[in-house]
């Protein structure tokens, strides 16, 4: 409150020598209570905040005319220079159709308000509180004293700040009390100003940490996400993927004869069944591993890989040959990178979830952004092997049907529902009612209420047939 009740005596007596005053504020909130303040001593001002963005320019375009007072946040008004005098020709420019007269009358009057502003001193600054960076405290008062420009800057700070409250030292504070200074009495020394630039020092070290701690985790991001559009560039740029087809397709066989038939094993641990299994359940592939092994004492897991590659491309080559070639470049071109767009959005929520919990393992003496890198490492190994295993998987098992087989499957399904229509007709006509319709009131396939005779008998009452059984385990029983 004092900290205000200064402000306020400081406005009105740059007012009362015809001084332009720009007050800076850190929120709206405090804008809106400045203004509230001035409005109560009656002392004119424009209030410069997100809420009137429409007349900002116009609004700081006359910021610097005689006794004029604007309340401005302290992003607002900048890129627009403040004239000592205002400035005529945006004035001429908002009027209606200005006549030569007026236009020349408003620029002869901007010279006697000029040289009123020059005397009073220039411009007048008044910061509410000191930023948290040094950075907008030097840009409220470059404000004041342009392009040699006289002008004046002050600061108003309470120890009820922020940045007081949570940065100053305690020797300051200790400081105040012990002064025994009275309500309203001002304290200016260089201890307090030191102080204050030492607080902020901090405040900026600390954004400056969190700053760097986030561009260290995001780095991690963008050097995945540079693969990955690399790849998304690539195919979208390829003619003929044909090749990065046939890569892929081997490196996914290898992976999946490598997860049932482990390199370095013996016979014993190979689970030859469950690869055929996968082969066919995913690829459409029906290929007798067992069989081969049985046949060929010498094959090994290289020998397996070789014969599983070469089967799928001889399939791959009979759909080929039933859909055209140009159109299944398209096709594979297409499905690459629908797959792959999907992966990577999957991928960029996993990441987002590994970084919100990641912090907690340093209660278990772990470095969290080494845990964060090497997680995201695995979690995109995986990624670029599910995008390889899914794209093989779709190329060799989706199926294309030609326009008339369509056509003929599309009828088969209008007879079914035409037959199925047919039949529950028959069913309604069949229930019993008055001349064979579907019941009471001509109402076929309606749902009928079922009322009940008597009061409804409860689930542990004795069963009203009789038998001296409760209810819920005689003819209340769920089946």
Known sequence: EEKFDAIVKEISEAVAKGAPVLVGTATIESSEYLSKRLKKDKIAHEVLNAKFHQREAQIIAQAGRPGAV????????????????????????????????????????????????????????????RHESRRIDNQLRGRAGRQG??????????????LMRIFASDRIRNMMRSLGLENGEAIEHRWVTRAIENAQRKVEGRNFDIRKNLLEYDDVANDQRRVIYTQRDQILEADDLRTSVQGIRYDVVTELVHSYLPPG??????????????????????????????????MHIDGVIEKLVETLEQDYLRKEGEI?????????????????DRHWKEHLASMDHLRQGIHLRGYAQKNPKQEYKKESFELFQGLLNQIQHELIRVLHSFQV?????????????????????????????????????????????????????????GRNEPCPCGSGKKYKQCHGKIE
């Open 70 to 129: 604007t309340i401005a946040t302290n992003m607002a008004g900048r890129g627009t220079d403040i004239v000592l005098g205002g400035n005529p020709e945006e004035q001429i420019k908002h009027m209606d159709t200005p006549s030569e007269k007026e236009a020349e009358k408003i620029r002869s009057e901007w010279q006697g308000n000029h040289d009123t502003v020059m005397n009073a001193g220039g411009l007048h600054i008044i910061g509410t509180e």
């Open 149 to 162: 420009d006289p002008g004046y800057t002050r600061f108003f700070l309470s120890m009820e700040d922020d």
């Open 401 to 457: 049907r030609r326009d008339d087989e369509v056509e003929r499957l599309e009828q088969q399904r209008q007879e079914e529902a035409r037959r199925q229509a047919e039949k529950m007709k028959m069913q309604a006509a069949q229930e019993p009612g008055t001349d064979g319709t579907a019941g009471e009131n001509n109402q076929p396939d309606g749902p009928k209420t079922v009322v009940r005779e008597g009061r409804k008998v």
């Open 265 to 298: 094993s013996v016979e014993d641990q190979w689970d030859v069944p469950g690869l055929e299994k996968t082969l066919e359940a995913e690829f459409q592939c029906n290929a007798p591993v067992g069989q081969w092994l049985n046949e060929d004492n010498q």
């Open 324 to 340: 055209g070639a140009e159109d299944l470049r398209k096709i594979e071109k297409h499905l690459m990178l629908q797959i792959l």
